[in-house]
């Protein structure tokens, strides 16, 4: 059972585990609203991302190329913010609440 503030209970407290929302980027991500906030660098991965992709050819014949330029535009954003060069293609994510600590995270990411 999870616990409000201010309950008391005989179970211990359940937090929020962090949600990140995927990019859906057929065809729409921009006029959806998502807002990138969170990237993953998935150039070691990305060759079987690929192949995966490669599957849906005959039902979806455009999703390589569309994903290829997704993970490479967002693999730019990435290198941009991260000052990591050596990025070739990456994810983007964004988060569902926000960051509260006792300090910025400036190395933590």
Not at 31 to 54: C, H, M, R, S
Not at 89 to 99: G, K, L, N, Q
């Amino acid at each position: 059972m999870a616990r409000a503030p201010g309950l008391e209970s005989d179970y211990p407290r359940v937090l929020r585990l962090p949600l990140f929302l995927f990019e859906a980027t057929i065809p729409l991500t921009d006029l959806e609203g998502f807002n990138p906030d969170f990237y993953i660098d998935i150039t070691d991965v990305w060759e079987v991302k690929l192949e995966a992709l490669k599957a849906f050819y005959r039902a979806q014949p455009f999703l390589e190329s569309w994903y290829t330029n997704v993970a490479r535009h967002r693999a730019f954003q990435a290198r941009a913010l991260s000052g990591h060069s050596e990025i070739e293609y990456a994810e983007a994510f964004e988060r569902t609440r926000p960051w509260v600590g006792a300090h910025l995270p400036l190395n933590e990411l």
